[in-house]
């Protein structure tokens, strides 16, 4: 039986069936769709996307300590550690409340972490870890596998445009210009807790192109390259992204996971297309 219990956060986009099975506990964002308040990963993605289509007023709102000091106290029943793991610092305070409530229990057993990474990057770290942890490592050795894990990954995204990440303060005024000018597709990478405007093309075909090319670079590494998709409104670009990727051989594991969460949606704004890209 596993000794080490595990929190993240719904940004991850964790299904409640794998939560369930694996015993994951989900502690949940908020989003604000005017003025209707919605848990993330509850509510309906086309609900998202309905909203920035008609320009609604979209806000999200972080977890409170007391949501994380609920979830604690029930795992440290079952549990002689917990890890908890939430999307980066940089892009939300989520982490504090986390800390805030492992402050409060008052227990050197329960480890906060920052992902530095959210959407399928926090989804595969999450995976990774359960399916490490179950082998009956400890929660010290579970830390070292996770630092080990983010320096081996990063997430790759583009989007219609970078006024939503600008207007939510996740984008300097600089980029957001560059990026818009020309109807230039801008391709984004974080990493380490960094968002940078790391290129630019014209059109989704060529941000595919682009995106396929950063996966056979990793190839080069000679290791097992994992690739994990998801979109906000860009379903079918993601299928065809996944099929392309796949063509490029069994070296490559590639999967389509869905829709990104509803409070990264709403950040990242329409024409979200993500691409969480590492190696074993």
């Given at each position: 039986?596993?000794?080490?219990?595990?929190?993240?956060?719904?940004?991850?986009?964790?299904?409640?069936?794998?939560?369930?099975?694996?015993?994951?506990?989900?502690?949940?964002?908020?989003?604000?769709?005017?003025?209707?308040?919605?848990?993330?990963?509850?509510?309906?993605?086309?609900?998202?996307?309905?909203?920035?289509?008609?320009?609604?007023?979209?806000?999200?709102?972080?977890?409170?300590?007391?949501?994380?000091?609920?979830?604690?106290?029930?795992?440290?029943?079952?549990?002689?550690?917990?890890?908890?793991?939430?999307?980066?610092?940089?892009?939300?305070?989520?982490?504090?409340?986390?800390?805030?409530?492992?402050?409060?229990?008052?227990?050197?057993?329960?480890?906060?972490?920052?992902?530095?990474?959210?959407?399928?990057?926090?989804?595969?770290?999450?995976?990774?870890?359960?399916?490490?942890?179950?082998?009956?490592?400890?929660?010290?050795?579970?830390?070292?596998?996770?630092?080990?894990?983010?320096?081996?990954?990063?997430?790759?995204?583009?989007?219609?445009?970078?006024?939503?990440?600008?207007?939510?303060?996740?984008?300097?005024?600089?980029?957001?210009?560059?990026?818009?000018?020309?109807?230039?597709?801008?391709?984004?990478?974080?990493?380490y807790g960094v968002l940078e405007l790391e290129h630019k093309v014209?059109?989704?075909?060529?941000?595919?192109?682009?995106?396929v090319n950063e996966t056979k670079k990793v190839m080069t590494y000679?290791?097992?390259?994992?690739?994990?998709?998801?979109?906000?409104?860009?379903?079918?670009?993601?299928?065809?992204?996944?099929?392309?990727?796949?063509?490029?051989?069994?070296?490559?594991?590639?999967?389509?996971?869905?829709?990104?969460?509803?409070?990264?949606?709403?950040?990242?704004?329409?024409?979200?297309?993500?691409?969480?890209?590492?190696?074993?």
């Amino acid at each position: 039986m596993r000794k080490v219990g595990i929190i993240v956060d719904s940004t991850f986009g964790i299904s409640s069936e794998y939560a369930k099975q694996h015993d994951v506990d989900i502690v949940r964002l908020k989003v604000i769709i005017s003025d209707h308040e919605y848990q993330d990963g509850l509510i309906d993605p086309d609900q998202i996307v309905e909203a920035l289509n008609h320009n609604l007023s979209i806000s999200t709102s972080q977890p409170t300590p007391e949501q994380f000091l609920d979830v604690m106290n029930e795992q440290l029943k079952t549990y002689e550690s917990i890890i908890c793991m939430t999307l980066s610092k940089t892009l939300s305070g989520t982490i504090n409340s986390a800390s805030l409530a492992a402050t409060i229990i008052n227990n050197s057993n329960i480890h906060v972490i920052d992902s530095e990474t959210t959407i399928n990057g926090g989804a595969y770290l999450t995976e990774r870890l359960v399916k490490y942890l179950d082998e009956g490592h400890s929660a010290e050795e579970g830390l070292n596998y996770l630092t080990e894990l983010k320096s081996k990954g990063s997430l790759i995204f583009t989007v219609n445009d970078l006024n939503t990440l600008h207007k939510n303060g996740r984008l300097g005024r600089a980029s957001t210009i560059i990026g818009n000018i020309l109807r230039i597709k801008p391709i984004l990478r974080f990493q380490y807790g960094v968002l940078e405007l790391e290129h630019k093309v014209r059109g989704i075909a060529k941000a595919m192109d682009y995106l396929v090319n950063e996966t056979k670079k990793v190839m080069t590494y000679g290791k097992k390259v994992i690739v994990r998709i998801a979109f906000v409104d860009h379903s079918v670009e993601a299928k065809e992204l996944e099929h392309k990727i796949f063509q490029l051989g069994e070296q490559v594991n590639v999967m389509l996971t869905g829709i990104i969460s509803p409070v990264i949606s709403a950040h990242v704004g329409l024409g979200g297309l993500s691409v969480y890209l590492a190696y074993e």
